[in-house]
C-alpha cells in the first residue's frame, strides 16, 4: 500500500499573506480585508522598517498593478466562494517533517 501526502490550503483557510524582507527576513503581515490592496501597495512602494532597503516596486508599473491585484482577488475570493458547491483548495509543498512521516522517515 502507498500514501501519498498532500497539503492543500482551502481558501476560505487564507487569512492572511505574509511578505518577507529578502534582505534581513523581517516579516510585515497584510490581514485580507477590504483594504489589503491598497496596504500592500503602501508597503511595496516602501523600504523595509529594519533594514532600510527598498522593495523595489516602481509607483504605476505593471509589477506593481500585478501585485495590487493579486491581493484584491485573494480579498474576493472568500466572498465569491461562499455559498457554492465548489471548494478552491490550494496545493503547497508540504512542510519537511510532513513528507518525512508520509514517506516512512522518522522525526
Ligand atoms: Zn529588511
Same mark, same amino acid.
Given at each position: ?11 476560505? +483557510? ?6 518577507? !524582507?529578502?534582505?534581513?527576513?523581517? &516579516? ?19 523600504? !523595509?522598517?529594519?533594514?532600510? &532597503? ?8 505593471? +509589477? ?29 509543498? !508540504? ?11 522518522? +522525526?
Amino acid at each position: 500500500m502507498t500514501f501519498e501526502k498532500k497539503c492543500l490550503v482551502e481558501s476560505a +483557510d487564507i487569512l492572511a499573506v505574509h511578505y518577507e !524582507c529578502g534582505e534581513c527576513h523581517a &516579516t510585515i503581515v497584510v490581514p485580507i480585508h477590504k483594504g489589503s490592496p491598497q496596504q500592500v501597495m503602501m508597503l511595496a512602494m516602501s523600504k !523595509c522598517a529594519y533594514c532600510q &532597503t527598498a522593495f523595489g516596486f516602481g509607483v504605476g508599473t505593471s +509589477d506593481m498593478e500585478r501585485l495590487c491585484a493579486f491581493s484584491e482577488q485573494l480579498q474576493r475570493l472568500n466572498e465569491i466562494m461562499k455559498g457554492k458547491n465548489l471548494k478552491l483548495k490550494l496545493e503547497i509543498k !508540504c512542510p519537511e517533517s510532513f513528507a518525512s512521516r508520509a514517506s516512512g522517515g522518522t +522525526d
